[in-house]
C-alpha cells in the first residue's frame, strides 16, 4: 500500500505542499510529475536545498584555559535571537566523554545538530565494546573533518567550538571555527572574548610562567575575572554562566552562577545617567 497521500491522486497543488508529505524517494529514478516540480527534483516538497545564509539563535564567547591539574572552561546560558536575550538557560557545554567537553559558540541549532552526531559517534564506540574509547584527540580531529567537510560543500555549520578534556594524563585545549580551521593553545576564547578575555587569559599565564603553575582555584578566579569583563562589554552576554572543570578523575559541569557586578559609575557617564 502507497502511504503518501501525495501520491492518491488529485485534486493536489502541484506547486504547495502545506504538510511536506512529498515523499524525497518516490522521485529516485522517476521523471518529475509535471514542468513546476523540474527545479525541485528529488527534493522534500518539490523545493530546492536551501543553505544557511546568517546564524539565527547565536550564543557567545566560550573560554577555556589550561592548568596543572587539567582544563577549565567556562559559557554563558543565553542563547540570543538577534538582539533580543531570547533563551536564558541554555546549555552550552556538553560533556562529550568522561573526559571530553565541547563548548559552542554560534548557532544554536547547528550546535544541537553537532551534538547528536557525537551521541551517535559514542553510541557506535558503546555497541561496539571492543575495550577502546575515543579520546578528546579523536574528538577534536573528528569534528575538525566535520567542519572542514561542511565548508567545502559551502554550507558551513555556523559554529567556533573549542574541544577541552585530559587525555593520558595531559592536558587537551583546542578550537575549530566554521572554516573547519583548527588550533592549540594553552587559552581560548571565541567570540567577543577572543577581543576582549583573551588578552586577560595570556597575561594571567605568563604571569605565573605557564599552565603547570595555575592552580584550580586561580583558573576559576581567571575565567570569573574574564566572565564579569564579558557581561560588561559583551552586549550578547549575560551574568548567568557554567563552568567546566576536566581532570584525570573526570568532568564536572557545575550549576549556573554568577559574578558580583558594579554599575555607579555608569552614572557620571553622559547620556546614561538621570
Given at each position: 500500500m502507497d502511504h503518501f497521500p501525495t501520491n492518491w491522486g488529485n485534486p493536489r497543488s502541484e506547486d504547495v505542499d502545506n504538510y511536506n508529505t512529498y515523499p524525497i524517494s518516490s522521485h529516485v529514478g522517476?521523471?518529475?510529475?509535471?514542468?513546476?516540480?523540474?527545479?525541485?527534483?528529488?527534493?522534500?516538497?518539490?523545493?530546492?536545498?536551501?543553505?544557511?545564509?546568517?546564524?539565527?539563535?547565536?550564543?557567545?564567547?566560550?573560554?577555556?584555559?589550561?592548568?596543572?591539574?587539567?582544563?577549565?572552561?567556562?559559557?554563558?546560558?543565553?542563547?540570543?535571537?538577534?538582539?533580543?536575550?531570547?533563551?536564558?538557560d541554555v546549555e552550552r557545554l556538553h560533556k562529550v566523554t568522561d573526559f571530553t567537553v565541547l563548548g559552542a559558540s554560534g548557532d544554536m541549532s547547528d550546535y544541537q545538530y553537532v551534538q547528536h552526531l557525537l551521541d551517535t559517534q559514542m553510541i557506535k564506540e558503546y555497541n561496539a565494546d571492543d575495550g577502546h574509547t575515543l579520546a578528546t584527540g579523536n574528538i577534536y580531529e573528528y569534528l575538525w573533518r566535520v567542519m572542514y567537510n561542511r565548508r567545502s560543500k559551502m554550507n558551513p555549520l555556523w559554529n567556533t567550538f573549542v574541544v577541552g578534556g585530559v587525555d593520558g594524563g595531559k592536558s587537551f585545549l583546542g578550537a575549530i571555527d566554521l572554516k573547519g580551521t583548527p588550533y592549540q593553545s594553552p587559552s581560548i576564547a571565541t567570540g567577543f572574548g577572543s577581543h576582549l578575555a583573551q588578552p586577560i587569559l595570556r597575561k594571567e599565564l605568563e604571569t605565573r610562567r605557564g599552565e603547570d603553575n595555575v592552580t584550580e582555584e586561580q583558573a576559576v578566579d581567571i575565567l570569573k575575572k574574564c566572565m564579569k569583563v564579558l557581561f560588561y562589554r559583551d552586549a550578547r552576554s549575560m551574568n548567568k554562566f557554567q563552568m567546566a572543570k576536566i581532570t584525570a578523575t573526570g568532568v564536572t559541569i557545575s550549576e549556573p552562577m554568577t559574578v558580583e557586578t558594579e554599575w555607579a559609575f555608569a552614572e557620571h557617564i553622559r547620556g546614561y545617567g538621570a
Open positions: 522517476k521523471a518529475p510529475h509535471s514542468v513546476t516540480q523540474i527545479a525541485g527534483y528529488g527534493h522534500a516538497a518539490g523545493h530546492p536545498i536551501g543553505h544557511t545564509q546568517q546564524p539565527v539563535v547565536t550564543g557567545t564567547s566560550v573560554l577555556g584555559i589550561k592548568y596543572k591539574d587539567g582544563v577549565m572552561m567556562a559559557a554563558d546560558n543565553l542563547a540570543s535571537y538577534g538582539s533580543l536575550a531570547r533563551f536564558r
